[in-house]
């Protein structure tokens, strides 16, 4: 029987060096996050059992009774022994959650450098998916105020994020709410199906982007996956968006 954990406690070299790979410094949006995984310590565990714990000022008493804020960054690495996942939550108050899945190897940050690895925090448009190395649909978008975007889905691993090109922060969508907006701007005698993930994404191009932006800003507008203060612009169908007129320009 392992001994039990005292709190607080400093980060392992490891935590840390996962930590800091999954909120990389080159991202601006990340700054404030990588800010506290250098000022806090590990101050007792968090709602998800083995693994999760709450990252805070010594004398503070974890919160594991609001509700769980969503997730902010999330990596995997490939051992020889298994998987091991990585997964950071939004900041609650001045609280971080994070959890670390999988068996736990007896190595140090710098040795978990040598494995193969991925993550979606690190991830670009002119980038293929991290996971699968396949081509993505992309949907650029861009605010009012000409702030840029761009949503990008693969549907191999039927996964959806949202690069947010201010602050390089890479934000994991929800399938579930998405796709149900999808099928809310689909043809009346289309909506009688619940949400199929495996038809929604074999069907992504015969999706306009005009389409799938009228989806997002829907779904934002109800769940706030990111703060914009502003609308998006919907564009017309068959319109050039800046992202294809930047890439003619390469």
């Given at each position: 029987?392992?001994?039990?954990?005292?709190?607080?406690?400093?980060?392992?070299?490891?935590?840390?060096?996962?930590?800091?790979?999954?909120?990389?410094a080159?991202?601006?949006g990340y700054?404030?996050?990588?800010?506290?995984v250098?000022?806090f310590?590990?101050?007792?565990?968090?709602?998800?059992?083995?693994?999760?714990?709450?990252?805070?000022?010594?004398?503070t008493?974890?919160?594991?009774?609001?509700?769980?804020?969503?997730?902010?960054?999330?990596?995997?690495?490939?051992?020889?022994?298994g998987?091991?996942?990585?997964?950071?939550?939004?900041?609650?108050?001045?609280?971080?959650?994070?959890?670390?899945?999988?068996?736990?190897?007896?190595?140090?940050?710098?040795?978990?450098?040598?494995?193969?690895?991925?993550?979606?925090?690190?991830?670009?448009?002119?980038?293929?998916?991290?996971?699968?190395?396949?081509h993505?649909?992309?949907?650029?978008?861009e605010?009012?105020?000409?702030?840029?975007?761009v949503?990008?889905?693969?549907?191999?691993?039927q996964?959806?994020?949202?690069?947010?090109?201010?602050?390089?922060i890479?934000?994991?969508?929800?399938?579930?709410?998405?796709?149900?907006?999808?099928?809310?701007?689909?043809?009346?005698q289309?909506?009688?199906?619940?949400?199929?993930?495996?038809?929604?994404?074999?069907?992504?191009?015969?999706?306009?982007?005009?389409?799938?932006?009228?989806?997002?800003?829907?779904?934002?507008?109800?769940?706030?996956r990111?703060?914009?203060?502003e609308?998006?612009?919907i564009?017309?169908e068959?319109?050039?968006?800046?992202?294809?007129?930047?890439?003619?320009?390469?």
């Amino acid at each position: 029987m392992e001994p039990e954990e005292s709190f607080p406690r400093q980060l392992s070299s490891l935590e840390r060096a996962l930590l800091l790979w999954v909120l990389p410094a080159d991202r601006p949006g990340y700054a404030v996050y990588r800010d506290l995984v250098d000022r806090f310590m590990v101050v007792g565990e968090g709602r998800r059992g083995e693994g999760d714990y709450i990252l805070a000022r010594p004398g503070t008493v974890p919160d594991v009774d609001s509700p769980l804020p969503q997730l902010l960054a999330f990596g995997l690495v490939r051992l020889p022994t298994g998987e091991l996942t990585i997964s950071v939550r939004e900041r609650l108050s001045d609280q971080l959650e994070f959890e670390i899945a999988g068996s736990v190897p007896q190595v140090t940050g710098q040795d978990i450098e040598t494995f193969p690895r991925w993550t979606y925090s690190t991830w670009m448009p002119t980038h293929d998916c991290p996971i699968c190395g396949e081509h993505l649909r992309l949907v650029p978008m861009e605010t009012v105020s000409g702030r840029k975007l761009v949503l990008a889905l693969c549907g191999s691993d039927q996964r959806i994020w949202l690069y947010d090109a201010l602050s390089g922060i890479n934000y994991l969508i929800p399938m579930t709410g998405f796709v149900n907006e999808v099928v809310l701007q689909e043809p009346a005698q289309d909506r009688r199906q619940l949400p199929d993930f495996k038809r929604f994404f074999a069907g992504l191009e015969m999706r306009s982007d005009a389409m799938l932006i009228r989806a997002f800003a829907s779904y934002n507008r109800l769940r706030t996956r990111i703060v914009l203060g502003e609308s998006l612009v919907i564009p017309a169908e068959g319109s050039v968006s800046w992202f294809k007129r930047a890439a003619r320009r390469l």
